[in-house]
Each structure stands twice: as structure tokens, then as C-alpha cells.
């Protein structure tokens, strides 16, 4: 039976690289497929990961309905079986009931790939209502690693290495040590993001602060707030 699955986890926690993956293998099988994103790093129709694979996409807007797409398909004889859907936690509730729809009218697997929550850890409305309609919700098992170790949770955007806690929801950036200008947070050109385990994220203290404090010799080591590993 067809499925609506929903697999999530921080940034670079290697979301894209399977969707392709998962693409790949059904492909491989005789299977006909559509392919979706949106806001992808390496900019419109095209589905890339970190790892430096990528394929042509389908981009996705807010007029897009994917329940006349696929019907449309159907009428002009192409089998759709599966459809990958990356970066979804950007699609609206509503693309999200298409997609559920399509699982339960029509049989076409739905997988659907994205983080949860956004720099303010709120969840994405995309996001929300797949966790509320999916078959089965799977974290992703590649950890992210915050600066200090530990395994990451949370996703901080941040300005000239410094975490903002403010501005609009979607703000395309990359993950990495941004060297932006401050006074501009609303530019894209400026953000970036980095996950951050839940201590760090609390107490705002990314990479770039936590090696500008290493830095000072006045910071004592137990300043520097390091989090011990836990035992294995």
C-alpha cells in the first residue's frame, strides 16, 4: 500500500542525499517517479546535496497543487508511482493534504524530506502537518555534530558567525562560519546556518563566539560552557 513518509533531522544531517538515493532505487526498478524541491542550495530545478550529487527538479511555489499536477500527468498516460519531495518543511499545509490525498486516492508513495523546526526552534507549518498526517515520521541516523561534540538538535542561523534570533522564517543560507556583515541580516548573502546541540542553542554560542572567547586569554576554560560527551 502506498505511504505518505516523512524523513527529517537537523541540516546536513544528509536528508538530500538520500532523497536522490531513494529516487535512484525505485527508478532502477521500472518505477515512474516526479521530483520535487524548493529553495535548494544550488538554486532552481535541481535537487542537490553536500555531497555533490544533484538531478533536475520540479520547483515548487505557492500555486503549485499537486494533487492537478499528478492528475494531469495521469490524464496524458504517464504512470506517476512515487513522488520525491525534498526541502517540504517549505510547502504550506495545505501542498501537504495534496500530498496525503494523492497516497489515498491514487496509491502514489509520497516521500518527503525536511527539517522540523526553524532557527527560532518553532516548527515549520510544512513540517507541522506532516508529522500530523504521515504514515510514519523517520529521524534520519547521521547525526549532525554541534561545535562541541555533541550530536546536534537544533538549527541556528546566524550573521557574521553571531546567531540571530530574529527576522523572517525562510531566509536561504548555507551551513558553515559566515563572515557576513552584520548590519545586514535581511541578506541572504549574509546568512548562514549551524547546528548547535540544545545548550549552545540556548545560550546562543556558535562556533564563531566560542573560538573568539578560546581566543581571549581572560576566559577561563569552564567559561568556554563545553559540554561533556556522554558515555557510549
Known amino acids: 500500500m502506498a505511504e505518505l513518509s516523512f524523513f527529517t533531522g537537523t541540516m546536513d544531517c544528509g536528508k538530500s542525499t538520500l532523497a536522490l538515493q ?20 544550488g538554486g532552481e530545478f535541481v535537487l542537490s546535496s553536500r555531497l555533490g550529487l544533484s538531478r533536475p527538479a520540479l ?43 494523492l497516497v489515498d486516492e491514487m496509491a502514489v508513495d509520497v516521500f518527503a524530506f525536511g527539517i522540523t523546526a ?9 513540517s507541522q502537518r506532516l508529522i500530523e498526517l504521515a504514515d510514519r515520521t523517520q529521524v534520519l541516523q547521521v547525526d549532525a555534530l554541534c561545535w562541541c561534540g555533541r550530536v546536534a538538535t537544533h538549527n541556528a542561523r546566524t ?52 573560538r573568539a572567547q578560546s581566543s581571549s586569554s581572560a576566559v577561563l576554560p569552564f567559561d568556554l560552557d563545553l559540554c561533556p560527551l556522554p558515555l557510549r
Open 22 to 41: 531513494m529516487d535512484h532505487n525505485h527508478a532502477a526498478r521500472g518505477r515512474s517517479g516526479l521530483t520535487f524541491t524548493q529553495h535548494d542550495r
Open 59 to 101: 520547483e515548487v511555489s505557492e500555486s503549485t497543487d499537486f494533487w492537478e499536477l499528478v492528475v494531469e500527468q495521469a490524464t496524458h498516460g504517464r504512470r506517476i508511482d512515487y513522488l520525491i519531495c525534498d526541502e517540504a518543511q517549505f510547502y504550506t499545509p495545505v501542498q501537504v493534504e495534496q500530498l496525503a490525498r
Open 118 to 126: 526553524d532557527f527560532k526552534a518553532q516548527l515549520f507549518p510544512g
Open 159 to 210: 550573521v557574521g558567525g553571531e546567531m540571530v534570533v530574529e527576522g523572517e522564517q525562510v531566509v536561504v543560507g548555507d551551513v558553515g562560519d559566515a563572515d557576513g556583515d552584520d548590519d545586514a541580516p535581511s541578506e541572504s548573502a549574509a546568512v548562514e546556518y549551524e547546528v548547535l546541540c540544545r545548550r549552545h542553542y540556548m545560550r546562543r554560542m556558535t562556533a564563531h563566539s566560542a
